[in-house]
């Protein structure tokens, strides 16, 4: 399984946008790339998910470039409730008859101020 | 609400008691994971099921730690003879294991404390 690197922190203020970049420098050719976020004591909330160039939901973006050693996760116009560890992980994708456990790192914690 | 759901959400035991979790998963998921999480670390990967059959368990999970999934729906994990070191967050996960991407959603886990 791929390892992923992030940063360990960023700080952000309320209404602006803030970019994580994930790196997975040994990604594998059926390794999808996810992103989780986790609020203390809670378990981690999943964000969005995707395998290559460019995905968006309602919550985030994920730019993938076409080598896909490396993600960024994209949060428009952040609240102080964005507050939190945000996780980027790879995994199994379409072996799906191996398993897919996650292997997380520390994450990133990110601190939006008023 | 159809999200992973887990009881109890807390429990404090003494050293030496055996304690039991369980998860319930989203109802359509043949997959479930459990995980555990310490102060300021990512989750750990401890065990998956595939429908009732356990097909992966981490060295992390001793011969105190005991997993089932009886009928490939809800699973419970037993810890016995607790020790200090077992006071953690233990997080459940579950999947649709099929073509595309593995997506895990997790429950609100379990704080485990032993005194």
């Known amino acids: 399984l791929a390892k992923t690197t992030q940063p360990i922190s960023m700080d952000s203020y309320e209404g602006q946008e803030v970019n994580i970049t994930c790196s997975h420098n040994n990604i594998a050719t059926n390794d999808y790339i996810t992103w989780y976020q986790q609020f203390p004591s809670q378990g981690p909330r999943f964000i969005i998910q995707g395998y290559k160039t460019k995905v968006t939901n309602e919550v985030a973006s994920l730019f993938i470039p076409a080598d896909r050693k490396s993600s960024t996760l994209s949060l428009p116009r952040v609240s102080l409730s964005d507050t939190a560890v945000y996780y980027c992980?790879?995994?199994?994708?379409?072996?799906?008859?191996?398993?897919?456990?996650?292997?997380f790192g520390q994450g990133t914690e990110l601190s939006v101020k008023p | 609400d159809t999200g992973v759901s887990q009881d109890p959400r807390h429990k404090i035991t003494k050293r030496g008691q055996n304690v039991t979790f369980r998860c319930d998963p989203i109802s359509e998921h043949n997959r479930l994971y459990w995980y555990r999480q310490t102060l300021g670390q990512g989750p750990e990967f401890l065990t998956y099921f595939q429908n009732e059959a356990q097909l992966e368990k981490s060295r992390l999970l001793s011969d105190r730690f005991s997993a089932e999934r009886p009928k490939g729906s809800f699973s419970t994990l037993e810890i016995q003879r607790t020790e200090q070191g077992d006071s953690a967050m233990y997080l459940c996960?579950?999947?649709?294991?099929?073509?595309?991407?593995?997506?895990?959603?997790f429950g609100p886990g379990t704080r485990l404390t032993v005194l």
């Open positions: 992980l790879v995994g199994d994708g379409p072996l799906y008859n191996q398993g897919g456990k996650l292997i």
């Open positions: 996960a579950s999947s649709f294991a099929g073509p595309g991407a593995d997506t895990q959603y």
